[in-house]
């Protein structure tokens, strides 16, 4: 065979393209309207351009041993061009995915939550909850209000990221929530109606993140969103008595 007529060792654009077409079409066989389906290609290729860029940039790179000062100089120079240039590529396709400028004031205005944003903090939250406590018995519809009012309080670019952010507070805090859980959550004496409704629930991690974090920020979100200031209250009160 004449190497000319072997395939291609790489995805050319017209078959990512193709790719990305195709799962648009999907998804959309399944419900899921094709600008939600776009934003989730944009994270997931932007997230791996930041991997990508995070693995190159690592520690331990050195030059091409026995070639002299001079070449390893070179050789190191243009690794970090090389590294610098796909580090901009990762941040412009994160933007061009939530739609915001870098340089945009995370204590600014914030716009509405969308439907994808609250959609990817559900999946994020529920394992977590779940390692912790048992199924919600919390009327989904509230818990959908309870995480549109947790996300008002973060900038795009953060919700993006906000499954990593969670997964760190749940490992920092493991211990404690187990706790807290035990004492308040469904498992416990505590009934399902009351200021500690809210255990019952896998949003009440993220409400707690967000509590420990942005506490003004959430109060506010809160209030505009009309939900029971017990309830805040009371997961206040659980986590202080959980210490």
Known sequence: MNPADEEPQQLDPVSLHNARTTLVQLL?????????????????????LAAAHREIAGPGRTAPGGKGELYASGWLDGARAVTDELGDIAERALRQAVGADPADDPSGPRPPVGRMEAERAKVAVTPLYLSFSTVSDLDPEVSE???????????????????????????????????????????????????????????????????????????EEWDAAELPPAWLDGLSASWAASA
């Open 28 to 48: 959309a066989r399944s419900g899921v309207p094709s600008d939600a389906a776009e934003e989730l290609i944009g994270l997931v290729g932007a997230g791996v």
């Open 145 to 219: 209000q309870v995480l549109t009012a947790v996300l008002g309080t973060l900038s795009p670019r953060q919700r993006a990221a906000y499954a990593g952010r969670l997964t760190r507070f749940a490992a920092d805090h493991r211990l404690r929530l187990a706790r807290l859980y035990a004492e308040f959550g469904p498992g416990s004496a505590i009934a399902l109606h009351g200021r500690y409704s809210l255990l019952h629930s896998p949003t009440s991690l993220a409400v707690l993140e967000r509590l420990v974090t942005a506490p003004s920020a959430l109060r």
